[in-house]
């Protein structure tokens, strides 16, 4: 049973850092973990990808290049997203999610497993 936990939100002036944990079980060696974000009012958008295995690493947004970087502990099954020099527009919720395929992807419907979402606040 693959199941997804996110953590790590909260509110923070803009300029700050803040690091998000997904902590997974279930999800196969050779699978994948992303970040999708949600902005208030807007459709979920996909962030970054990584591969559990060889840990390789997708950007799907432009807006985040440079500031948000995605990384795992394989072994902890635990993913990150970090996120620097944050701006008011990255406020959003933010998701980590999964796929039966084994492949990273940028479209949320590729993914069937959600994690609850944790919020992301940036005041300026």
């Known amino acids: 049973q693959v199941q997804l936990r996110g953590s790590g939100g909260g509110l923070v002036p803009a300029g700050g850092s803040l690091r998000l944990s997904c902590a997974s079980s279930?999800?196969?060696?050779?699978?994948?973990i992303a970040w999708f974000g949600q902005p208030p009012g807007k459709e979920r958008g996909g962030v970054s990808c990584i591969t559990k295995s060889d840990g390789d690493t997708y950007g799907y947004l432009d807006s985040v290049k440079g500031r948000f970087t995605i990384s795992r502990e394989r072994y902890r099954n635990m993913v990150y997203l970090q996120m620097n020099s944050l701006k008011p527009e990255d406020t959003a919720v933010y998701y980590c999610?999964?796929?039966?395929?084994?492949?990273?992807?940028?479209?949320?419907?590729?993914?069937?497993?959600w994690g609850q979402g944790t919020q992301v606040t940036v005041s300026s």
């Open positions: 279930g999800v196969p060696v050779d699978g994948v």
């Open positions: 999610t999964t796929t039966v395929k084994y492949y990273c992807s940028g479209l949320s419907y590729e993914y069937e497993f």
